[in-house]
């Protein structure tokens, strides 16, 4: 035998095992693709969306899938129940090469189109807006690019323009990781009656990582330009630079974290507020009770309850952690809310935290209060404290008015006398911040009204006074 012919099979062999991984991998890479396009549906799944129909149809070198989703939206009270639908239509490629990509720039690639109603918003000859690439180890990045759009007002529905969206989310193998970049212009819509809303420069940056409880913690940025609304009959709501900042993160087996609120302003029927700024704090809460939580609202989503229930269900799932969350003393603050209004400048501060306090003390005021610390304070213009007052007072007032009447008395007509109800308004709130001034409850600085209170052993302290909550509630 020649010295050649053992080399020429291991080549032999060596050249069928490429062929045979080669023409395996497509497979592998398409079962690997199929798991990531279900464990997307069964995500959004456990976030409220109910599937309506999913097919999935895998071939060798490819594959086709089309997913419909109802999402359940609030609706009026007495009213039937409305959803949202939409489809999502994808075609998978798992092949080395295709006529579209070329070349694959991963193992597999994924375009999406999304449906609203089942119907194409975008032409369907373009670019598939959303692509997915997923590498050999499970890990991936989306990649969103949205066309502009146009469409004008017809057959009752209203005029859009949509100035397009691009983003990325890249998510590591098992989705324990993720990164979020997104980015949409402007969306306008106007009715034909002259009513409309413009949203525009919205943007979200995210990141977040599991945590050994299964919790994705990190942090996240989102941004609105502008918020426009404007009703058919005037007035209207336009809001500028709305911003909220969020972190959270694990200490221990506590998570803790932080979230910021901000706007430039608020304008709406003439009056303008703002900027504004709140920042809050939360911390000690644990996160085997919140992974608990998660869980249990993940199930009730999958349960595909009605509206009205899903509240109470929501309900059951937090009363059956709140022993454990009350155990850890959590503890809330808001470090700073400060609003400026046409009357003056609203500021103010507040930490709570429980010490000790178990849930089966809940019922027991005294107990609560004795285990309850706190500090807080706020400043306001008297001004505008009067105008919440006076408002409270004339709420009050046509209450009365109303009690007093016979049993199927009709109201009078026209009501009563407007300025007479203003002038009793007013009385009652200079009453009543008199009497918070008196007993020193609020105190006066120049145009403001201002107070400082702390809670502790079930004592509360206002501006250096100090009153026992206990016999202030038996006297009440």
Known sequence: MSRSAPVKKIILILFVLAALILLAAPAVVGMQAEAHYQALVAGLEKNGFRVVRNHYRRGWLGASAETEFELAVPADAGAPPKTLGFVLRNRI????YSREHGVLPALAVIDTRLLPGGE???PADGPAPIQTRIGLDGAGRILIDFPELEQPARNGEPAIRFGGAKGTAAFSPGHDELTI????PFLRIREQGGAGAEISAISLDARAGRTAAGLMLGSSRFGIGRILVRPGGGGGLDIGNLLIEAETSAAGEMVEGRVSYALDSVRTDGAGFGPMVLDARFGNLPAAAL?????GVEEINSRRLPPDQQGMALFGVVMSNAAALLAADPRLSVDRLRLV????VIEGWI?????????????NPSTVLSKLLLDAGLRMPEK?????FEQQARRMLMAQAARQRMPGEQAPEPGPDPERLRAQASMVAAQQIDSLLTQEILVRDGTAVETAASLRDGLLTVNGKTIPLPMMVQSQ
């Open 341 to 344: 209004t046409p009357e003056g």
């Open 384 to 388: 505008l404290l009067r105008q919440v």
């Open 120 to 122: 194409p918003l975008f």
């Open 291 to 295: 992974a608990a939580i998660r869980q």
């Open 351 to 363: 930490e709570l935290q429980t010490e000790g306090l178990q849930w089966a003390e809940i019922s």
């Open 93 to 96: 490629t798992h092949a080395p």
């Open 181 to 184: 970049d997104f980015r949409l």
